[in-house]
């Protein structure tokens, strides 16, 4: 099955400055893996790991973790740094598992599942999982309320009037209930700041796929007006929310 062309975006450019991007939120990924009773030793599919982020919450946990990663700089960064080297690292695409079916305890997407076509992924998922297990997406949203990201928002429309920030910023939830294989759907998130290196955030832009595929040159200016705007400090406090969806696959 043929990925989306978003899915096949080569991220390898990117790669460097993904690790100055925000964790996701330590507690929530551990309350939603007791509440859906996923007990360390099951195993779990990162499926677009990149460097790791929630490979290494997943692995925190105690799980048996298989990270997917197409993308070679990727997975040569995550193999250097942190927990997440104690995943089996894997260069496979959320459409095409290299598993068995009816194998897996959890299915897991870190920022991942909205470049992939959602139908094949959670076809992909539903024939791999365990009756009973586990699928879960999470993303690390801005807190666009707060004035420097208005400001930031200000700058991308700017110069990019008909910015789409697609659906990264979309519940999954319909995708999942169409998808007629999941139920008892449930959505979290957890607001937290981060307290960022203040040129680590301004590069965490540098790793923004999808602005990057929509400014094209307009990218340079944009990152020059942003860093116009951050405050002159060693540290930037960037309010975010981790927002998850969960479901379980129903029995056959």
């Known amino acids: 099955m043929k990925p989306r062309a978003d899915a096949a975006w080569d991220y390898g450019p990117l790669a460097s400055h993904y690790d100055a991007r925000p964790h ?17 030793q099951s195993l779990a599919l990162d499926i677009g790991a990149g460097t790791g982020r929630l490979t290494e919450r997943l692995c925190e946990a105690g799980l048996r973790v298989i990270a997917l990663e197409p993308n070679a700089r990727m997975r040569e960064r995550a193999l250097a740094k942190g927990v997440a080297r104690h995943a089996a690292w894997i260069a496979a695409v959320g459409e095409a598992l290299p598993c068995r079916g009816d194998s897996v305890d959890l299915v897991a997407f870190g920022s991942s599942f909205n470049v992939l076509d959602a139908r094949v992924a959670l076809d992909e998922c539903a024939r791999v999982l365990r009756a009973g297990g586990v699928w879960l997406a999470i993303w690390n949203h801005r807190d666009l309320g707060d004035p420097l990201q208005r400001e930031v928002e200000a700058i991308i429309r700017r110069h990019v009037p008909d910015f789409e920030p697609g659906r990264r910023r979309a519940s999954p939830a319909a995708d999942v209930a169409a998808h007629g294989a999941f139920d008892d759907i449930r959505a979290y998130e957890q607001p937290f700041v981060a307290a960022i290196d203040r040129a680590q955030w301004l590069a965490a832009w540098r790793s923004h796929a999808t602005l990057q ?32 969806w969960s479901a379980r696959r129903v029995s056959r």
Do not use: C, T
């Open 213 to 244: 595929r929509q400014a094209g040159a307009q990218m340079v200016p944009i990152l020059r007006d942003i860093d116009a705007v951050v405050p002159d400090a060693p540290m930037v406090r960037v309010p975010y929310v981790s927002r998850a």
């Open 24 to 40: 996701y939120a330590r507690h929530l990924v551990a309350s939603i893996l007791r509440e859906r009773a996923v007990r360390p």
